[in-house]
C-alpha cells in the first residue's frame, strides 16, 4: 500500500512537472528595427588585428543601433554616436573619423514610437559609439554588464570609455540595471543578453529569437567585421585577449547551433541582413 501511494505521488508529480514544461503562453510578438547610428572611417585596420593582417588596409564600418517591440514593451539595444556630430564632416587624417546623418528620436518617429516609449537601453559595452545618444533617453533603465560600469568610476577611464555620455545614471537620475552573466531580457527567452567579454569585461551580444526570421544574433563588438572572425583578430585595443577568442567562438557556435542571422554591428555587409527602415524583421 505504502509503495502504490508512493507510486501515485510519484506519477502526480511526473505529471505536473510535464504540464508545467508545456508553454501556456502565447509566443511573444517579436520586432525588430535597424537603425543608422552613424559611420565610421577607418585609416589603417592595423589596430584591429594583433597579428597584423590587416596591415596598411583602409576601412569602412557602419554603426548601428537596433529597437526590439516584445508586446508593448520597447528595448534600445545601443544608442550609436553622439548626435552633437550630426552634419560635421568625417576627420579623413584622424586614426578613426566618425560621422552621423541623422538622430535615434527622428528615426523612431518614422515608425512611430515615441522615445519617451524605451523603457529599456541595453547597451553591449561602454564604448563612446554605443553610447553617444543614450542620454536621450534618460526615464529609461540603462542595462549594462557590471564590469563595464565599473570602468566609468576609473580615473582617468579607459580608451573610448566617455562618462558623460552617462551622466544621468551615474548622477542616480535614472534607472541603472547591471548585469552579470546572460541576462534573459523579458523572462521568457526571447531576447537575451549574452557575456561575451574580451573586446571589454562586461560586453554583450544580443540574441533575438524573431519568429519567421529564426534567430539573429546582433555582436556588440565581440568582432567588428567579417574578415575580423575569419582570421580571430584580435585588436590590439581589446581589454583581454584570450577572453576574445573564448568570446568569439561563442559568438559563431551560437549562431552555428541556432541557426541564426549573425548580424556584425559594426560591418556594413552584414547589418543589411536586416531591412532598413521602415521595414522591420519578424
Ligand atoms: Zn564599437
Redesign the pocket.
Known amino acids: 500500500m505504502k509503495t502504490f501511494k508512493f507510486a501515485l505521488a510519484i506519477g502526480a508529480t511526473v505529471a505536473s512537472l510535464s504540464f508545467a514544461s508545456t508553454p501556456t503562453r502565447a509566443a511573444p510578438d517579436l520586432e525588430l528595427w535597424r537603425l543608422d547610428c552613424g559611420d565610421v572611417i577607418v585609416k589603417d585596420l592595423s589596430m584591429f588585428s594583433d597579428t597584423f593582417a590587416f596591415a596598411g588596409k583602409k576601412g569602412e564600418l557602419t ?1 548601428s543601433c537596433y529597437v526590439i517591440r516584445h508586446g508593448g514593451d520597447y528595448l534600445l539595444w545601443d544608442t550609436g554616436l553622439p548626435a552633437g556630430i550630426i552634419g560635421k564632416a568625417p576627420d579623413q587624417n584622424a586614426p578613426i573619423g566618425v560621422s552621423l546623418k541623422t538622430d535615434i528620436p527622428t528615426q523612431l518617429k518614422q515608425i512611430g514610437i515615441k522615445p519617451e516609449q524605451i523603457a529599456t537601453v541595453g547597451i553591449s559595452h561602454n ?1 563612446f ?2 553610447l553617444g545618444q543614450a542620454a536621450t533617453f534618460s526615464k529609461a533603465t540603462l542595462m549594462i554588464g557590471a564590469a563595464d560600469w565599473q570602468t566609468f568610476h576609473d580615473n582617468p577611464p579607459p580608451f573610448a570609455v566617455v562618462p558623460d555620455l552617462v551622466k544621468p545614471w551615474l548622477d542616480g537620475k535614472a534607472k541603472l540595471d547591471l548585469v552579470t552573466g546572460d541576462r534573459d531580457v523579458f523572462g521568457d527567452g526571447s531576447v537575451m543578453m549574452l557575456s561575451m567579454p574580451g573586446h571589454t569585461k562586461g560586453e554583450a551580444a544580443l540574441l533575438v529569437k524573431l519568429a519567421k526570421m529564426g534567430p539573429v544574433l546582433l555582436s556588440g ?1 565581440v568582432v567588428h567585421f567579417e574578415d575580423n572572425l575569419a582570421t580571430h583578430g584580435v585588436p590590439s585595443f581589446n581589454e583581454n585577449r584570450a577572453d576574445t577568442l573564448a568570446s568569439m567562438e561563442r559568438l559563431e557556435a551560437v549562431a552555428a547551433g541556432l541557426n541564426a542571422t549573425l548580424v556584425i554591428q ?1 560591418d556594413p555587409t552584414h547589418i543589411s541582413r536586416l531591412p532598413a527602415l521602415p521595414e522591420s524583421a519578424r
Request: cysteine-free; glycine content about 0%; charged content about 50%.
Open positions: 554603426d564604448h559609439d554605443h563588438d559594426h
